[in-house]
């Protein structure tokens, strides 16, 4: 039976942090909150932690921030819409890949050994939860917004009042849309590498 709902914010890189947030479902505390950066931190994480079977996964997807040259850099990934004319605009640099394929072997080596793990996009999901600001993301402001939304709409009432690190408060949102899927209230919105990618109804 599914006790802890786990979500991870992972990072593109080891240079930018991933956090890790553990929250008990039956009494809705969180009990783990914490920041990692290379993928030796993300395996460490799981070989230690003793409840991966009775626990639910939701990991979010980074974005690929793999720097473009020339006339490509002005098609930049996060910026321009991909449609269906691919003949024209040669994936070249592989500049139409979102999203980073960091800790997708680990993953999927999870999965296959009967872990629950399921994927998230951030943005998309705090569209979805009411969690979006108007502020440039990841910003201080941004920051701030997000966790007080956490604590006065959603109950996180243990959380500091001093600022804590955005990727920790993604890895809140994660656990959010994890326990969502437990009551069935959550879809598949695409498959990325194996493993579906959910988000809210």
Not at 53 to 80: A, H
Request: glycine content about 4%; aromatic content about 12%; overall charge neutral.
């Amino acid at each position: 039976m599914i006790q802890y709902s786990v979500g991870m914010s992972l990072g593109p890189s080891s240079s930018i942090e991933s956090g890790v947030a553990v929250r008990e479902i039956s009494t809705g505390n969180l009990i783990y909150v914490d920041k990692l950066f290379s993928m030796q931190d993300v395996q460490l994480f799981f070989d230690n932690y003793s409840s991966l079977k009775d626990s639910i996964f939701c990991i979010s997807l980074p974005w690929d921030n793999t720097m473009m040259e020339g006339k490509w850099r002005v098609l930049s990934k996060p910026y321009q819409l991909i449609h269906s004319k691919e003949d024209e605009f040669l994936n070249r640099d592989n500049w139409m890949q979102r999203f980073a394929t960091r800790g997708c072997e680990l993953f999927s080596k999870l999965q296959n050994d009967g872990v629950e793990i399921v994927r998230y996009e951030t943005y998309l999901t705090r569209l979805k939860l009411n969690l979006y600001s108007n502020f440039k993301e990841r910003s201080s402001a941004d920051c701030k917004f997000l966790q007080s939304a956490l604590k006065y709409e959603f109950g996180f009432d243990l959380l500091p009042t001093n600022m804590m690190p955005v990727a920790q408060l993604e890895a809140i949102v994660g656990c959010l849309l994890a326990e969502e899927k437990l009551k069935n209230k959550t879809k598949k919105i695409f498959d990325f590498r194996g493993i579906d990618v959910i988000n809210l109804m």
